[in-house]
C-alpha cells in the first residue's frame, strides 16, 4: 500500500489506464472504473479495503491469461 506525505492512503495507479472487458477491472491497477471515478471520495477504510483485494484480483487475473 502506498502511503502519500500526509499519511493518507494513495492510489494504486501505474499509468496503464485500460479496462479488462472481462474482468472489468483496469489492466494497471485492478480497479473498476467505479472504484478509480471515486478513488477521491472515498474512506481511508474503503480504500485499504481496496489495496487488500488488489493482489487477489490480479493473481485472478494472470491465471485467466
Known sequence: ???NR??????PCVNW?????ISNYCYGCFRSI???AN???LSEAEKEAIWLAL???Q???NSND
Open 34 to 36: 467505479e472504484e478509480i
Open 1 to 3: 500500500m502506498i502511503r
Open 17 to 21: 489506464c485500460e479496462m479488462n472487458p
Open 39 to 41: 478513488w477521491s471520495i
Open 6 to 11: 500526509d499519511g493518507s492512503i494513495g492510489s
Open 55 to 57: 493482489p487477489v484480483r
Open 59 to 61: 493473481a485472478n487475473a
